[in-house]
Every structure is written in structure tokens, then in C-alpha cells.
């Protein structure tokens, strides 16, 4: 990563996570280990903050979540969820992977498991309750409550027990991050020029009620009791309290931290600053006096003792005054992602209409076009052509998507040798495409997330190049035609280089 992309991004971690000074517990979660990619190793560890050293080392193909609670998940290549404990960091507590899931906190997550609602599980996987089918998607729990959303796009909140906080009737809601206020609206849409913003406490009670008529919002968190925003129209910037009075900046940097006239400065957590000298960061006090040094690229702050320093992309663990806690050098680390949600169903199936979108458009598929040949294709069937005697399909598997060429002819065949001796198997390099088929396995979900596919990518083939002719047939000017349906769980869509050829493809419901 750029380094100055990066260090952007601590700064921008510390201005919209960590401005209050009060005790620990305010922090919204706990911070005692830390997934990296060790220095040389292209797997993933967990370290310990408290000594710098390794938990786990080398265990994880793909990168960790943070480990919150002392839990933490790792996604497979298809994305399926296992949650682990960091106490039996590589045996999994769930028999089954979760399509989609949220980290722990506070002995709760939400996952989605194919078939059913949200469910909210404890740190065993056992079930604690499971959520309304009209809830789409939750975020994670921080103090005590989770973010909900309905298939009518409207918000709302649930406790730890999944009992409903508030109504699902918001048009937006931000989580009870660093404060127990939370800001919220409930503008009849998006499109509104006047938008309430609505602040409410932790058990939904309406705290106040602006305009942004009169004010914006900055960050939607509360931070220190207080709300940054600026006036309408002004770069002004005013707090309001909880109770919508306009009060003094309770985190503003004292006078000491403005004379030293730091490129950049935030305060962390701890009541520290971290700031920009030159190129180079480093964390002062109050006073400022320096706690590390100015010689990082970036620096973030794990808790209020425990710090990340990068310097030509290599990373140590710090103390709150810049000392190496442990030995360990590591090139990559994961901290707590607030946005973190889980969403019903086994895969979000907006993302995966994407990724097939990207795969083909009019003229196009998987990296065949009109007149593509078996030549065109060759490194996708080696050398033996032995195989494919007899043989018009092709298949490859591209991450979770299957996609099988067709050709119009066998991809090889017998050809006689000399008197006396065996045909002998030959190549049909000239062969053409004639269509390509891509599938997605979904069975492990309901059959709504098949038709929540269909549906996507039909209001999306415009964008492709392709128009609703008949009988679900999409055709382009190209001469091109696209087909889509499902079938025992499986997702299916056909590309037809030539759209004569084109039939529609069965959707079939699962009994």
C-alpha cells in the first residue's frame, strides 16, 4: 500500500474512532490480540499484544478477522465462515460454515446459516435467538445493541437477546459506537432536501432532532458525550450534546499540541496524540512531550498501551512510549471492522451479481468471443488430447463460478494412424465456441436468493449491452444473447455467441 494512502488512513482510523479520554472501557471493543502476516510469510499468525508474541504462527491461508471477546473467524476461499476461539485457535466451534457473519462482541454474533433468518449465536455456536425473515442484514453488537435493516430498506435496533430497541423504521441509523447516543433519521427517503438527524439513547428514546438545513454532519459518531458537526453553508465547526445544545470542543487539542503546528494530529483513545512531522509520525502528550518518536510512516493505536509503527513496509509493536514490545516483525495486521455485518442468506448476492457482470458484456464471455477457436483457448486443455474425444464441453472453474465452453463441434478426435497401427487422438484446434455456461452452487440457500440473483442481473443487463427480447432471452446488437435461470439450488446463465441459438433456461423452485 501506498505509504501515504496509509498514512491517511490511520489518521483517518484515529479522527473516526478514538477521540475519547476517558478510561478503557469506553474503547468498543477489547484489543489483546492481533491477526499479522508475519515478516517473509505469505500465511497469517495471531500475536499476543501483551508480549509480542505468537498465539498461532503460519496457521491461516486467508487473512483472519480481528479477534474480539477472544473470538475471531477466517473465511474459506469461498467465502464459507468458521469461528475459533483464541484459546483453540485452529479448531473451528461451528460443525457447518456461516454464509455470512459478524465479529463477536459482547458473547454475541450474527450469522446466517442457508435456509433460515439472522440467527444470533453465543461463544459455544449455540443459538440465541433468531431474527424476523424480513431482516435482510445486521451489523456487529457494540454496547449492546446491533443494527438491523428490512427488505423494505428501512432501519432499526436489537439488544443481545435480538428483542427489538426500536421500531425498523429509520431511514438511516449509525451504531452506539464510542457513547450510549446514537444518530439516526427518519427522512421518508433518500432523496429528501430536508433530512432530520435524530439523535437517540441507548434504549431508543429521542434525544434531539435537527436539520441539515442547519447542520452536517461530519462522522455519525458521538464521541466524549459530544457530536461533531459544521454549519450549513460554513466550514463552522459546532458539538452539540446529548441534548442538542451547542457546547465547547471537551477533546479540543490544548494549546501546547496547536503551537507545535503538526501537519496532522488526533487524539487517541489513550488522551495521546498521534501527528505528522515532516513525513514521518510519532505520538506526543498533552504537553507534548514525545511518547514515540518521528520515525514511522504510520502509526495506529491498537489500544490505549499498544501501538502499530510501519517504516518501509515493515511493522513493530509498540508501547505507549514507543518501546518494541517483542521481537516479531510482521508486514500486514487486521483491526476490528465497525461495518461488519452479516446479511441473510448464504452469499450477498448483490456482490455476486457484480463479479458476473464483470465477466461478460456484448461482444464477450469468460475470454471467448464470436469466432473464438479452440486455438484461442489452448491453455485451458494441456497437452493430452486424449480426454476430449468425442468431447464439446470444456469446464474451468473460476473462484466459486464453474464455467463450461461449448463448442460446436468435439474439442478432439480419432484420427487414422498407418496401416497396422491405433488411431491416434488429435486436437480440433478450428473448433468454435458456440456458448459458454456459468454457474453458481447456492444450494446451501434459500430459493429467494436465486431469484433475488435473477433479478439483479436483469436490471443490470442493460449495462452489458443487452435488451429483453422474448421469453427471457436478453439479445444485444452484437448478435449476442444471454439466458438465466436455476435449477436444484444452482444459479445458471448461458451466453449464445450467435442469439438464434438462444433458449430459455428453466427456473425451477426446489420442492
Excluded at 501483551?50 to 486467508?62: H, L, W
Excluded at 434525544?207 to 464521541?223: G, M
Excluded at 466550514?235 to 479540543?252: K, Q, R, T, Y
Excluded at 509493536?317 to 487486521?334: H, S, Y
Aim: proline share 5%; net charge negative; hydrophobic share 40%.
Amino acid at each position: 500500500m501506498n505509504n501515504k494512502i496509509f498514512r491517511i488512513l490511520c489518521l483517518l482510523l484515529v479522527l473516526t474512532a478514538v477521540v475519547s479520554c476517558r478510561e478503557s472501557a469506553d474503547y468498543p471493543t477489547d484489543a489483546k490480540y492481533l491477526p499479522v502476516k508475519l515478516k517473509g510469510s505469505s500465511k497469517w499468525s495471531i500475536i499476543n499484544l501483551e508480549n509480542g508474541e505468537t498465539v498461532v504462527k503460519d496457521a491461516f491461508e486467508m487473512a483472519p478477522s480481528a479477534v474480539v471477546d477472544d473470538m475471531f473467524y477466517v473465511a474459506d476461499s469461498l467465502g464459507r465462515i468458521s469461528y475459533y476461539n483464541i484459546a483453540n485457535p485452529t479448531t473451528a466451534i461451528n460443525k457447518e460454515p456461516y454464509g455470512s457473519a459478524t465479529l463477536f462482541n459482547q458473547g454475541r454474533a450474527i450469522v446466517s446459516r442457508p435456509g433460515t433468518s439472522l440467527i444470533i449465536i453465543d461463544p459455544t455456536g449455540k443459538e440465541v435467538a433468531q431474527l424476523s425473515p424480513a431482516l435482510d442484514r445486521a451489523t456487529m453488537f457494540t454496547r449492546s445493541r446491533a443494527i438491523v435493516h428490512s427488505d423494505n430498506g428501512r432501519y432499526g435496533y436489537i439488544d443481545l437477546q435480538g428483542d427489538s430497541v426500536t421500531p425498523v423504521d429509520m431511514s438511516y441509523a449509525a451504531q452506539f459506537l464510542y457513547d450510549d447516543y446514537a444518530v439516526t433519521s427518519r427522512s421518508a427517503s433518500a432523496t429528501d432536501s430536508v433530512i432530520g438527524i435524530t439523535a437517540i439513547d441507548n434504549k431508543g428514546r429521542e434525544l434531539f432532532s435537527v436539520s441539515n438545513a442547519d447542520y452536517n454532519l461530519i462522522t455519525p459518531y458521538f464521541t466524549g458525550g459530544v457530536l461533531p458537526l459544521t454549519k450549513a453553508g460554513t466550514d463552522s465547526l459546532v458539538f452539540l450534546d446529548s441534548g442538542g445544545h451547542e457546547v465547547e470542543n471537551p477533546v479540543a487539542a490544548p494549546k501546547a499540541i496547536k503551537d507545535a503546528g503538526y501537519k496532522d494530529g488526533a487524539q487517541t483513545r489513550a488522551g495521546y496524540y498521534l501527528a505528522l512531522k515532516g513525513d514521518r509520525m510519532g505520538m506526543v502528550d498533552k504537553d507534548n512531550k514525545v511518547m514515540i518518536d518521528f520515525k514511522y510512516e504510520a502509526l495506529v493505536d491498537l489500544s490505549a498501551t499498544r501501538y502499530v509503527g510501519r517504516t518501509d513496509s515493515i511493522c513493530v509493536l509498540l508501547d505507549e512510549k514507543g518501546k518494541r514490545v517483542g521481537k516479531l516483525e510482521f508486514t500486514d495486521f487486521v483491526t476490528v471492522n465497525y461495518n461488519n455485518f452479516a446479511v441473510r442468506g448464504f452469499v450477498d448476492t448483490a456482490v455476486l451479481a457484480a463479479n458476473l457482470l464483470q465477466m461478460f458484456n456484448d461482444r464477450h464471455a469468460c475470454g471467448a468471443t464470436k469466432g473464438s477457436t479452440l486455438m484461442d483457448l489452448n491453455s485451458l486443455i494441456g497437452n493430452d488430447p486424449a480426454p476430449f474425444v468425442g468431447v464439446k464441453l470444456l469446464p474451468q472453474m473460476m473462484g466459486p463460478l464453474a464455467v463450461v465452453y461449448n463448442f460446436e463441434g468435439d474439442i478432439a478426435r480419432l484420427v487414422p494412424g498407418d496401416e497396422g497401427s491405433l488411431p491416434t487422438p488429435q486436437f480440433n484446434l478450428d473448433d468454435k465456441v458456440e456458448s459458454v455456461a456459468m454457474s453458481y452452487d447456492l444450494h446451501q440457500c434459500p430459493d429467494a436468493t436465486l431469484q433475488e440473483m435473477v433479478k439483479l442481473l436483469e436490471s443490470a443487463l442493460g449495462t452489458a449491452g443487452f435488451v429483453l427480447d422474448s421469453n427471457n432471452i436478453f439479445r444485444s446488437e452484437s448478435g449476442t444473447a444471454v439466458t438465466m435461470g436455476y435449477s436444484n439450488g444452482v444459479f445458471n446463465l448461458r451466453y449464445y455467441m450467435n442469439a438464434q441459438q438462444a433458449a430459455p433456461l428453466p427456473r425451477t423452485s426446489r420442492p
